[in-house]
Structures are given as C-alpha cells and as structure tokens.
C-alpha cells in the first residue's frame, strides 16, 4: 500500500468521525432548543427525559472523540498530495461548524440555566408564602381549648 493510499483511508477515516460528530453534535443543539422550549411552558418532566436523551448523544461524542484520539493530527501529517489538501480543507469546515455550533449549545445552555434558576426561586418564594398561608390559616381555625368543666344533664 502505498503512502498516498493510507493518507487518503486515513484522511477518510477521519472526515469520517468528524461527521459523525457533527451529526450528534448537532442533536445536542437540538435537544438543548427543546429543553429551552419546555422550560418556557413549564414541562418539567419532558424536560428531565430530554437531559436523559441529550446524556445519551454526550456519551456518543465522547466515543467519538476517544476514537479521534486514536488517529494521529491530520495538520501533522505532510504531503504535498492533492487529495491530502482537498481532505485538510474538509476536515477543517466541519471542524469550525462543530466548534460553532458548541458555541451555539453554551449560549442556550446559560440561557436555560438562568430560565432554571428564575423558576426555582420562584418556586423557592411560592413555598415559602404557602406555608406563611398555612400557619395564619392554623391560628384562626384552632378551637378553643376548652379550661373549664362541663356540665351534664342527664336527668329526663
């Protein structure tokens, strides 16, 4: 086999992978687009299957990512080849729409951690006046304790 071969099965193994990856990073900033969805209509329980189904996708780029270790970087292999250059510059476009989308994901994920933590403190602030409510409520629906004795007729 000569190098030019293994630099091209390389190269496509490789570009590969990358689309592999694009693919389910592109999932992520999908699911992450309905969990900000959810979180605006209140679905809390849609929302926890989602972080379920977007940890699955995570696991899935980190195969990935373990299986591009593997490989050596594609910037440190020379070759003056034609092809080489042609797979250099696909790797390198879906590198960059993978690191921009990440991006894209961080955004929504600050938004929606911020959308969380408002809903909590309201949440936090709802119980807080719930309980208030009950312990008023208990103050004027407490009988009497009855302190003097009672009296009993029983004569008829």
């Known amino acids: 086999m000569s190098d030019s071969t293994h630099l091209t099965d390389l190269a496509t193994e490789i570009l590969s992978l990358m689309l592999k990856k694009k693919y389910e990073v592109e999932k992520l900033l999908d699911l992450t687009r309905e969990q900000q969805v959810l979180l605006q209509e209140g679905c809390y329980e849609e929302f926890l299957t989602l972080l379920q189904s977007r940890q699955q996708v995570i696991d899935e780029i980190e195969v990935i990512n373990l299986a591009l270790q593997e490989y050596p970087s594609f910037n440190e292999i020379e070759s003056d080849s034609i092809n080489h250059f042609a797979y250099h510059e696909q790797i390198s476009e879906v590198s960059a729409e993978i ?3 990440f991006f894209d ?8 951690k911020q959308e969380l933590g408002k ?8 119980m807080v006046a719930m309980h208030q409510n009950r312990n008023r409520q208990s103050v004027y629906d407490q009988r009497p304790v009855q302190t003097d004795g009672a009296f009993l007729d029983r004569k008829k």
Do not use: A
């Open 105 to 112: 994901i961080w955004q929504l994920e600050q938004h929606n």
């Open 99 to 101: 690191k921009t989308t």
């Open 119 to 126: 809903q909590l403190e309201n949440l936090k602030k709802d």
